[in-house]
């Protein structure tokens, strides 16, 4: 079965869907408290929207924009054992391994109340090929894509790397042979 994965609005806008559920939570919570408490909550109104922007807002605002930059002009076709980038062809026997850069919670399929907006909808993968060249794709391209990856690649090597924020910026080193 043939699929395409490439940066659209609607994958855009699925990638920050739990940023906009946060964003509701905390004007909700914020619009409740200051209803209860009036102006008396003004001071622990503002460290709430500052704890909120340093763990929810920047850390989506920075992979979004880093991701946006790997995913744009990108076309990715999963068939069985073959993926097609941009014209280019590549078999499962020109594929070394492929690794997949995620937090536990997107791996698990499982948020809980602890996560972050981050945490399901952002990861990369390193798909390391036997001539020495790395490709990286992310999920901005779909979030399923690493799903898709798998079935159309079964016997290839599939490693998992569990991340943090800062693991999960794509830079030069993120694909450089030495990471391995």
Do not use: C, W
């Not at 408490?37 to 979004?64: D, E, Q």
């Not at 014209?87 to 594929?95: A, G, H, L, M, V």
């Not at 499982?110 to 996560?115: R, V």
């Not at 390193?126 to 798998?150: C, R």
Request: charged fraction near 20%; aromatic fraction near 18%; proline fraction near 2%.
């Amino acid at each position: 079965m043939k699929q395409k994965f490439k940066l659209t609005t609607s994958t855009k806008m699925q990638s920050l869907k739990g940023f906009f559920y946060s964003l509701i939570m905390l004007f909700g919570s914020v619009a409740f408290f200051y209803y209860l408490f009036g102006k008396s909550t003004f001071i622990p109104l503002y460290l709430l929207l500052a704890i909120f922007f340093i763990f929810y807002t920047l850390p989506v605002i920075l992979l979004y924009n880093n991701y946006l930059k790997y995913a744009e002009n990108i076309v990715v076709v999963l068939q069985e054992n073959t993926m097609t980038i941009n014209d280019k062809t590549y078999t499962s026997d020109e594929i070394d391994q492929i690794e997949i850069y995620a937090t536990i919670q997107h791996v698990k399929k499982s948020s809980g109340a602890y996560t972050f907006s981050h945490n399901e909808y952002y990861y990369y993968i390193a798909i390391d090929l036997k001539e020495g060249e790395t490709i990286v794709l992310n999920s901005l391209l779909g979030q399923d894509l690493d799903e898709a990856l798998k079935k159309a690649f079964p016997d290839t090597k599939i490693k998992y790397t569990y991340s943090f924020f800062s693991r999960l910026m794509i830079t030069e080193n993120s694909f450089s042979k030495e990471r391995v």
